[in-house]
Nanobody
Framework: QVRLVESGGGLVQAGGSLRLSCVPS????????MGWYRQAPGKQREWVAV???????DYGDSMKGRVTISRDNDKNIVYLQMNSLEPEDTGVYYC???????????????WGQGTLVTVSS
């Protein structure tokens, strides 16, 4: 099964920006959605952004207006540009890819191991 590898996290001051990347270890067929989630310590995982196979994007309320999701269709890479970061944005950010069931494969729900984002005040 293909793996998702997130990168781009790190330590940033409040008001700063980061660009996260999610790179699959191999080719992914029949992608339905690609998205980003985050989880702060002691809290539930929260949806941040999604982009569909048709290129339609949507965002969760917590970071709407401060993040932009984009993708490289040829390489199946998904990005999350984050601006105006706040200490409350601190957490582990996870990449998620969902695929469609096809004649030759099951539907998949893939998760990366996450990349840590720490926003200092």
């Amino acid at each position: 099964q293909v793996r998702l590898v997130e990168s781009g996290g790190g330590l940033v001051q409040a008001g700063g920006s980061l660009r996260l990347s999610c790179v699959p270890s191999g080719r992914i067929s029949a992608i339905a959605t690609m998205g980003w989630y985050r989880q702060a310590p002691g809290k539930q995982r929260e949806w941040v952004a999604v982009i569909t196979r048709g290129g339609i994007s949507d965002y969760g309320d917590s970071m709407k207006g401060r993040v932009t999701i984009s993708r490289d269709n040829d390489k199946n890479i998904v990005y999350l540009q984050m601006n105006s970061l706040e200490p409350e944005d601190t957490g582990v950010y996870y990449c998620n890819v969902q695929t469609l069931m096809t004649v030759t494969s099951n539907a998949l729900d893939l998760w990366g191991q996450g990349t840590l984002v720490t926003v200092s005040s």
